[in-house]
């Protein structure tokens, strides 16, 4: 069947596809979208998220108008973070592998691009759970750059989206596959899809944007592309971004961008059942409060710099180092002194993975670890902490610990019980590759020309990030990326 009554056919329905599909509607252009998942299983990752955005701004005061109210407020420092403060944090997580151009569009643009959807209808709030630790005195003061987020988290974003698109008047269309591109006389013309009776459709339209993510969830792909082993890590979101329209978009020519041989992977609770595409506890099967305790892997070995920086600019990154231990396990160690200021939505849920005891050796035991190892591991661990400087989450605080490898931040003595070990392994989020575009989306071939009637934003969009990459910038440049696609196609 061809139908052809549409102007800009969307691929995909997370964040990226949503911003491109709502700035092409605000144009007048008649906009179908396309999403694979049925409405129970609709959003790509962006579901999956706790909907942190990035973005530069002057402090509290410069979000007032931005955030929902909230009686904290008059107690709250959120330091400014300006746009210069986020290109650098973008080259230093990526080691300079950042394309330079894509970063500064993308540092520039992102508050505008929350303010422009928050206009549409997003709600957004300060993230007092996630990102703020409440001082003595009764105040907050947040720490890491991140500050905003989605109401709702990645739940209420998506909702939000898809109402903002029904009230623009875009055709939402769930459980249909695009398959592949519709090319005539050198232009996309449109996509050949399946809905879900495995009936085949011919979808036209003047432009096709894609935004249908990257290739995480195909064991296949990340073997090929990410390395050996990379087959046995959890899939934290959508189980549908397998690659189909990156594969796609190469057979029409377009051309390789960014780095294909990392991705976006943190430490992943590896007890819980149901621990692969929870579209119920979503985000909170990270544990992300691994910078106050250490880290062991089944060995009883430390293996990495638990405070290196803050968790927003390692947590990408370590869920790598984790798959590379024996058994693609680890354990983050913390004791009673620490347990209360873990994250709550992480670590006070039901059904977790968690190894309590009285004792370090019963600890061991639990852990399935070597009792003498681990034993010996968080003496030398405790023996080695300056004690003499202050312990303060709220900040970088030099408090190290000078063991190999160290801990160069918020290093505290596990030292009093009960102790508690909860058992991570790797979850992948999204991968860095995906088509090489210009600033405003469109895909470019080899030679680095436009295919005519192409775009790109989101994930499938590579070139920003590589190896790492700072917390809440994902959503921000599909924000920032669909906005542009969609504001020219």
């Not at 499938?460 to 906005?483: D, E, H, T």
Request: a negative charge; proline letters at 4%.
């Amino acid at each position: 069947m061809t139908t052809s009554p549409h102007d800009v056919i969307v691929v995909g329905g997370g964040n990226a596809g949503f911003a491109a599909a709502h700035a092409a509607a605000e144009r007048g252009r008649k906009v179908l979208l396309l999403e694979r998942g049925q409405e129970d299983m609709a959003g790509g990752n962006s579901f999956y998220t706790a909907g942190a955005t990035r973005i530069d701004h002057d402090g509290l005061d410069d979000l007032q108008d931005l955030v929902e109210p909230d009686e904290r407020h008059d107690r709250t420092e959120v330091p400014p973070y300006s746009s210069q403060e986020y290109l650098d944090d973008l080259l230093k997580v990526t080691e300079g592998r950042t394309d330079r151009a894509m970063a500064e569009v993308l540092v520039t643009e992102s508050q505008a691009a929350v303010r422009w959807l928050h206009g549409l209808g997003l709600k957004y709030r300060l993230m007092y759970e996630r990102q703020a630790y409440d001082r003595p005195d009764g105040s907050y003061l947040f720490w890491g750059g991140l500050h905003v987020g989605n109401v709702g988290g990645g739940e209420g974003l998506i909702a939000d989206h898809t109402a903002v698109a029904q009230r623009l008047g875009t055709e939402v269309r769930y459980g249909v596959r695009a398959r592949s591109l519709i090319v005539e006389g050198g232009r996309v013309v449109g996509v050949r899809a399946t809905d879900d009776t495995g009936a085949e459709h011919e979808l036209r339209a003047e432009s096709v944007i894609l935004a249908a993510g990257g290739f995480e969830s195909s064991p296949d792909w990340r073997e090929e592309h990410l390395g050996e082993g990379w087959a046995n890590a959890k899939v934290r979101g959508t189980p549908y971004n397998v690659g189909d329209m990156l594969a796609a978009a190469l057979e029409v020519g377009a051309a390789k961008g960014g780095d294909w041989s990392t991705c976006h992977s943190v430490q992943w609770d590896a007890g819980a059942e149901d621990n692969e595409s929870n579209r119920e506890l979503t985000n909170r099967l990270t544990r992300q409060s691994y910078p106050l305790g250490i880290i062991v892997n089944r060995d009883g070995q430390r293996f990495l710099d638990e405070g290196a920086d803050f968790r927003n600019y390692t947590y990408a990154k370590y869920g790598r180092e984790i798959l590379k231990q024996p058994g693609s396990i680890a354990w983050q160690i913390f004791d009673a002194a620490l347990r209360p200021m873990l994250r709550t939505e992480e670590y006070d849920m039901p059904g977790i993975g968690v190894h309590e005891a009285d004792t370090v050796e019963a600890l061991a035991d639990a852990m399935g670890v070597d009792r003498s190892v681990l034993v010996s591991t968080i003496d030398a661990f405790n023996a080695s902490i300056d004690r003499d400087v202050e312990f303060d989450p709220t900040v970088k605080d030099g408090r190290a610990a000078k063991v190999d490898p160290p801990k160069s931040n918020w290093a505290s003595p596990l030292e009093t019980g009960p102790f508690y070990a909860y058992p991570v392994t790797c979850g992948i989020t999204f991968t860095f590759g995906g088509v090489k575009g210009d600033l405003d989306g469109r895909v470019l071939d080899e030679s680095g020309a436009p295919i005519p009637g192409l775009f790109a934003c989101g994930e499938m969009l590579g070139g920003l990030f590589s190896g790492n990459y700072p917390g809440g910038s994902g959503l921000a440049a599909g924000m920032v990326f669909g906005r542009r696609a969609g504001s020219v196609a």
